[in-house]
Antibody
């Protein structure tokens, strides 16, 4: 069964850094485009970033461009996002998601909470 | 960026009702539209992809239609498990964008 498990969330002060991980299992990780999607408390879903299966191509939402870096290690079946210059409005549950054969997000992790506060 | 607008924001309905949620895109997205269901404290779940294709394992009471800029999600007969928040999402072009969500509540 395909599964994604996020980790690395926590409490960080404004301006701080954090790296989230997403461990994949049950499918050929390197064959799939992967994304990060976040959800602020009580709010809707916001797409954050995407990375190709090989890791050579990436895209970012304007709200995180220049501060977040998405990457993957296909030998470890793991997706990452390095977050720097964190702001209060980055506070959210962060989900990793697999883009299925038709590119909709067909598998989601359970999410990891990031809280940015002084 | 492509804006996605859902209506209504909240929908009150009863078990057995037929309900429809609408999603409008600010420009054409062909059929690159997905619908997700989310319950409190849980990750979203894919229901419909490519506007009208039913994801494996999703009840046939769910259906999607539309293309271009106008899309609908229909639940033919509401079951207790269907009360949740629903989101549309365009994946025609980056940045991918979601609608603001429709909360389906029990009347």
């Amino acid at each position: 069964e395909a599964q994604l498990v996020e980790s690395g969330g926590g409490f960080v002060q404004p301006g701080g850094s954090l790296r989230l991980s997403c461990a994949a299992s049950g499918f050929t990780f390197s064959s799939y485009v992967m994304s990060w999607v976040r959800q602020a408390p009580g709010k809707g879903l916001e797409w954050v970033s995407v990375i190709s299966g090989s890791g050579t191509s990436t895209q970012y939402a304007d709200s995180v461009k220049g501060r977040f870096t998405i990457s993957r290690d296909n030998s470890k079946n793991t997706l990452y996002v390095q977050m720097k210059g964190l702001r209060a409005d980055d506070t959210a549950v962060y989900y990793c998601a697999r883009a299925g054969p038709d590119y909709a997000f067909d598998i989601w992790g359970q999410g990891t909470m990031v809280t940015v506060s002084s | 960026d492509i804006q996605m607008t859902q209506s209504p924001s909240t929908l009150s309905a009863s078990v057995g009702d037929r309900v429809t949620i609408t999603c409008r895109a600010s420009q054409s997205i062909s059929s690159w539209l997905a619908w997700y269901q989310q319950k409190p404290g849980k990750a979203p779940k894919l229901l419909i992809y490519k506007a009208s294709s039913l994801e494996s394992g999703v009840p046939s009471s769910f259906s999607g239609s539309g293309s271009g800029t106008e899309f609908t999600l229909t639940i033919s007969s509401l079951q207790p498990d269907d009360f949740a928040t629903y989101y549309c999402q365009q994946y025609n072009s980056y940045p991918y964008t979601f609608g603001q969500g429709t909360e389906l509540e029990i009347k």
